[in-house]
C-alpha cells in the first residue's frame, strides 16, 4: 500500500475542493454516529498511554525508539566507508575530529566533535576523513583496536572518534512517521545536546555495569533532543515545520488530542483562526499533506497501536478512533493498510509493505554556535 502520509498534493482550486470534499466524507464516515461521545472516546484513547496533546511525544511514544546497536569506531589516515541503503534509521556521534558525510540527494556535511546526525529512513551514505578521495578502503583496512572499529591506518593517532549505531523503531506504523522527519536531521552547537554528547562518550569509554543499557536511554533522549532542535520555518515539510507555525501547532495538538472528534477542513481552519482555503493551502504546503489525510493516517497509526496491543475490541477501538461503527472503520482500514483490523490484530499486518516516499531534498542543520 502507498503511505497516506507521503507526497506533496498540489494545491491548485479544484484540487483543494477534491481533497476538501474527499477529507469531510473521511471525517463524516460513521464518525457522526459517535459524535454525542466524541469528548469521552477522546479521553480514554489519551488514558491509554498514547494521546497527550504533545504531537512530537506522541510520535516518539507510538515510534517506540530503541538504540541497541551502538559500537565505537575510530578512523586514522585517509579512509572512506560506504553504506547502502538501509531500513534502519542510522546515528552518529561525533566524540573526538572530524568527519565529511555524504548522502543520497544531500550536499556533503562537515561533522565536528559534540555533532549528533540522524538518517531516519531509507538512504544510502559515506563517512570519510575530511582529505580522504578515492574508492571505500577494503575489509582488510578495518581493525578491532581495544574495544572499537578503527578504519584506516592502525598504528597512526585516530583523526576522529564516533560512537554510530541504529534505531530500532518498534512501530508497525514506523514507515509512517518517519516519513514526516527530514531525511537527514544535524545538530551543531546545541548546549543541551552537547551535554548529552558528553555522557554518552564518558559512558561509551568506561566499563561500568549496565553500560550498554544507560547508553541505549541515553541515545532516546538524544533522539528527542535532535527532533526538538531541528523544528523551525526553516525545516523541510514535515512535522517539525507543521510544529513551528504559530497557526498549525494548536490544530496539531487538536488533533492528536481528540483525534475522535468529526473533524472537518472548515472546523480545523476555525481552529487556527483562518479562512477554509487558506488554511488548506498553509496545511498542505506545510505539512507535504492535506489535513484530512493528516487525520485519517493519524487514526490508523493509533487504531494500529491499540490492535497490536489487544487493548480493545474493534468496535470499541472505531470508537476511539472517531468512527461511529465497526463497519465504517473496517472499511477505512482495510482500505488504507492492506488489511482488515482482524487480521491486522493477529499479526497480519507484519506482511504489509509500506513504500517510503519521503519529503525533503535538502538536510535540516542547526546552527548555534
Request: with cysteine.
Amino acid at each position: 500500500m502507498d503511505n497516506p502520509l507521503a507526497g506533496h498534493p498540489k494545491t491548485s482550486e479544484a484540487a483543494r475542493e477534491a481533497h476538501e470534499a474527499a477529507g469531510d466524507v473521511i471525517a463524516s464516515e460513521g464518525a457522526s454516529a459517535g459524535a454525542a461521545s466524541s469528548g469521552a472516546a477522546s479521553a480514554d484513547i489519551a488514558s491509554a498511554d498514547v494521546v497527550s496533546g504533545d504531537v512530537l511525544g506522541d510520535v516518539v511514544r507510538l515510534l517506540q525508539p530503541r538504540a541497541p546497536l551502538g559500537k565505537l569506531v575510530s578512523g586514522a589516515g585517509a579512509w572512506r566507508v560506504e553504506r547502502p541503503a538501509s531500513c534502519q534509521p542510522f546515528y552518529a556521534v561525533v566524540m573526538d575530529g572530524a568527519v565529511r558525510l555524504t548522502a543520497e540527494r544531500q550536499a556533503p556535511l562537515e561533522l565536528t566533535r559534540g555533532d549528533f546526525v540522524l538518517i531516519p529512513a531509507v538512504c544510502g551514505f559515506a563517512v570519510a576523513s575530511l582529505d580522504a578521495s578515492g574508492p571505500p578502503l577494503g575489509a582488510d583496512a578495518v581493525h578491532c583496536l581495544d574495544g572499537e572499529m578503527r578504519h584506516g591506518d592502525p598504528d597512526a593517532p585516530p583523526n576522529a572518534r564516533l560512537l554510530v549505531g541504529h534505531f530500532d523503531f518498534a512501530s508497525p506504523d514506523a514507515a509512517l512517521l518517519v516519513s514526516l522527519l527530514p531525511e537527514i536531521i544535524h545538530v551543531t552547537g546545541e548546549e543541551r545536546l552537547a551535554t548529552l554528547v558528553a555522557l554518552v562518550n564518558d559512558e561509551a569509554r568506561k566499563k561500568r555495569p549496565a553500560r550498554e543499557v544507560v547508553l541505549e536511554r541515553l541515545m532516546e533522549v538524544l533522539l528527542i533532543e535532535a527532533l526538538r532542535a531541528s523544528s523551525g520555518p526553516s525545516a523541510p515539510p514535515g512535522l517539525l515545520r507543521g510544529l513551528a507555525d504559530p497557526r498549525l501547532a494548536p490544530v496539531l495538538r487538536a488533533l492528536h488530542e481528540r483525534p475522535a472528534e468529526p473533524w472537518s477542513v472548515a472546523a480545523l481552519a476555525r481552529e487556527a483562526a483562518l479562512s477554509r482555503s487558506a488554511f488548506f493551502d498553509r496545511f498542505t504546503r506545510t505539512l507535504g499533506l492535506a489535513p484530512m489525510e493528516y487525520l485519517l493516517a493519524w487514526r490508523m497509526a493509533l487504531a494500529k497501536n491499540l490492535l497490536r496491543r489487544e487493548a480493545a475490541g474493534v468496535a470499541e477501538i472505531a470508537a476511539r478512533v472517531g468512527y461511529g461503527s465497526a463497519s465504517a472503520f473496517t472499511t477505512a482500514f482495510t482500505r488504507g493498510v492492506g488489511v482488515s483490523p482482524v487480521r491486522f490484530g493477529r499479526g497480519g499486518g507484519k506482511t504489509v509493505v509500506i513504500r517510503l516516499l519521503h519529503h525533503a531534498a535538502n538536510a535540516i542543520t542547526v546552527h548555534n554556535r
